[in-house]
Nanobody
Framework: QLQLVESGGGLVQPGGSLTLSCVTSGFTLDYYHILWFRQAPGKEREGVSC????????VYADSVKGRFTISRDNAQNTVYLQMNSLKPEDTAVYYC???????????????????????WGQGTQVTVSS
């Protein structure tokens, strides 16, 4: 069974940092794009970042460029999201998702048919507040 488990969320003051982890099981991470999404109450789900299969490329939303860094350790089946200079508007539940490279040849964070073939974690809460 394919699973993804997020961890590392919590309460942090503006300007602080957090590192989120997405541990996968049941599949070989090398062949999957891993995406981070976030959703705040009353807001649309927003694509944050993506690490392509084999870690060849990375993609970031404009709202987090220069502040967030996505990385992966395929041997440990884990993808990380380093979050620096956090802002209150970063407050949300953060989810990771896995998409096989045969579904999409590259990282795509916009809505589309690929979502039907994605595997999702349960999410971890990030709250940025003073």
């Amino acid at each position: 069974q394919l699973q993804l488990v997020e961890s590392g969320g919590g309460l942090v003051q503006p300007g602080g940092s957090l590192t989120l982890s997405c541990v996968t099981s049941g599949f070989t991470l090398d062949y999957y794009h891993i995406l981070w999404f976030r959703q705040a109450p009353g807001k649309e789900r927003e694509g944050v970042s993506c690490s392509s299969s084999f870690g060849d490329t990375t993609v970031y939303a404009d709202s987090v460029k220069g502040r967030f860094t996505i990385s992966r350790d395929n041997a440990q089946n884990t993808v990380y999201l380093q979050m620096n200079s956090l802002k209150p508007e970063d407050t949300a539940v953060y989810y990771c998702a896995g998409v096989h490279l045969t579904v999409q040849s590259m990282c795509v964070m916009t809505s589309g048919p690929w979502e039907e073939y994605a595997y999702w974690g349960q999410g971890t809460q990030v709250t940025v507040s003073s």
